[in-house]
């Protein structure tokens, strides 16, 4: 059986024949071994056919075409036309070569060429493209390298081709660097009641919060110098006056030692230092918000900025989010627990990530398992409207937050919840009402009022009887009484007449059928 290998160069398509396999052996190393040597390997090898591409963008698209595994239009003429033709209801007498097993069978299903893909024709491959200059005529030094570098070039740029309002690595890393920030602000702020519990160890059990902590920390200073002229400033700080006397009175009679100037510069610097850090963390939030309300607006609109970005990170990025299943996502975040469970025939977990949400701390013990499945199935399904959908809205997913709030409802109270095809179809006529307000704003009309759902529909009662009339003037009916008669043929053989309607009025033409 012949062996024709299809050989995808930046310059073109390129068909070889290997038509003496024994002279270099059929297993992998002699391959290997017999490559190098052009002598030896262009023996065996043979250029069959060649087509180049159109352009640069058309060598891009076959580029990406190869990479995902499809068969364009112009590599099946190529094969079509370069391969041996095959006899109806007779198996071909040759098998193709390819480096990409799903191109391959792509090009079964299509045109069913046999095709193979082993390490004995990457070894081929690897002849081919080490001499592939050598094989083709008329090509100058240099021309391919060029054609590889402009190829190169194209193929990464559209790969990183994105909308910089939706880049969902941003959010990952905001993600990841809040959660870093969250840990050292904590532990730091301990090492800050430590240290500065040396000098004023009442402050501590007075002020809880950390951030406020290091604040009071830092305008205290020494606890000696303390007096009712501070009272204002610890006010603004603490945010209660009652507090800030609480503070000064028990700096009159606190049981600290004195520290020396030194270090309290340092209990002060670093106190200062980590006031920043609780403030940068409070600017990374605030950027966190508003990427998700660029990115995913629907997801963070039903389960929160924090665990979106959470259930992205961790999968990955939004398209991967969006290709996981509902039962996936459930679990995203406890995969050691479920394999434990699995590998130990135990019960597999109930949530991962979404446990975070608070959903699922207001439903009840026995109902967290329903819960975090519905809110799982309704988070996949904002993350597959956030993917796909042209313009951003969170529309769908405040719909979607509600139907989560009714099952909970329904779950405590047995109220009934909406169906999800009616709260899907009103989530369609918001977002298509939004977006004509928006298109009304933009054209400059923003002083007329957008029309009511009771005009609309008065005005296509209007549209709907005066194409009544006008059907009926071109049919030549009488509309004297309003009860013409007409005659349609069904079939052949088989009339309907209708039958003028009785004297009252509102009842509907009856039809009686006969047959001829």
């Known amino acids: 059986m012949a062996l024709y290998v299809l050989y995808e160069s930046a310059s073109g398509y390129g068909l070889f024949l290997a038509h003496g396999i024994d002279e270099i052996g059929q297993n992998t190393e002699a391959v290997r071994s017999s490559v190098s040597d052009l002598n030896r390997f262009g023996k065996v090898v043979k250029l069959a056919a060649f087509t180049p591409y159109e352009s640069a963008l058309d060598a891009l698209n ?7 595994g499809q068969m364009t239009d112009e590599l099946r003429n190529f094969l079509e036309l370069s ?5 109806e209801g007779k198996k071909p007498k040759f098998s193709l070569g390819l480096a990409e097993p799903k191109l391959g069978s792509h090009i079964y299903e299509v045109t069913k060429i046999p095709c193979q893909s082993n390490e004995f024709i990457l070894e081929l491959l690897r002849g081919v493209r080490l001499h592939f200059d050598r094989f083709i005529e008329n090509l100058k030094p240099g021309d391919l390298e060029k054609a590889q570098l402009g190829l190169g070039h194209s193929y990464s740029r559209a790969k990183v081709k994105f909308n910089v309002n939706r880049v969902d690595n941003m959010v990952i890393q905001a993600i990841y660097i809040l959660d870093t920030l969250d840990k050292d602000v904590n532990s730091f702020s301990m090492r800050v009641r430590e240290w500065y519990s040396w000098h004023f160890p009442e402050l501590a059990k007075i002020v809880n919060d950390n951030y ?4 009071v920390a830092k305008y205290v200073d020494d606890k000696s110098q303390l007096s009712e002229d501070n009272l204002s400033g610890l006010t603004e700080i603490v945010g209660d006056e009652d507090k800030a006397k609480e503070i000064l009175e028990a700096a009159k009679a606190s049981m600290g030692q004195d520290l020396s100037p030194i270090d309290m510069i340092n209990i002060k610097q670093f106190a200062q230092r980590v006031t920043e850090l609780a403030e940068y963390r409070k600017n990374v939030y605030d950027y966190l918000v508003s990427k998700m309300s660029d990115i995913a607006p629907n997801l963070a609109a039903l389960i929160g900025e924090v665990v979106g970005a959470r259930l992205i990170s961790h999968a990955g990025s939004l398209t991967n ?3 996981c299943p509902s039962s996936t996502l459930q679990i995203l975040g406890a995969e050691k627990a479920l394999f434990r469970a699995l590998k130990t025939r135990g019960n ?17 013990a026995k109902n967290k398992g ?15 409207l956030d993917c796909f959908l042209d313009k951003s809205t969170t529309t769908y997913g405040e719909k979607l937050r509600e139907q989560v709030e009714e099952r909970l409802d329904f779950y405590d109270k047995g109220v009934a919840p909406r169906k999800n095809i009616d709260v899907m179809k009103s989530a369609i006529e918001t977002a298509d009402n ?4 928006t298109m009304v704003i933009v054209n400059g009309d923003s002083t007329e009022e957008p029309k009511t759902e009771k005009k609309k529909k008065k005005e296509k009662r209007k549209l709907e009887v005066e194409e009544e009339k006008q059907e009926k003037i071109e049919n030549g009916s009488n509309v004297d009484d309003g009860t013409a008669k007409k005659k349609k043929k069904k079939s052949k053989g088989e009339i309907v007449v209708d039958t003028p309607a009785p004297t009252t009025e509102g009842k509907k033409k009856k039809k009686s059928k006969v047959t001829g």
């Open 370 to 384: 329903r819960m975090a499945r519905y809110l799982a199935n309704k988070c996949s399904i904002a993350s597959r």
């Open 83 to 87: 391969l041996p033709k095959v006899k």
């Open 62 to 68: 076959q580029c990406n075409a190869v990479s995902e």
């Open 348 to 364: 597999t977990p109930k949530y991962g990530l979404i446990f975070h949400s608070s959903f699922i701390g207001r439903a009840s």
């Open 212 to 215: 406020l902590y290091a604040k």
């Open 434 to 437: 939004k977006e004509d307000e």
């Open 321 to 323: 989010l969006a290709k």
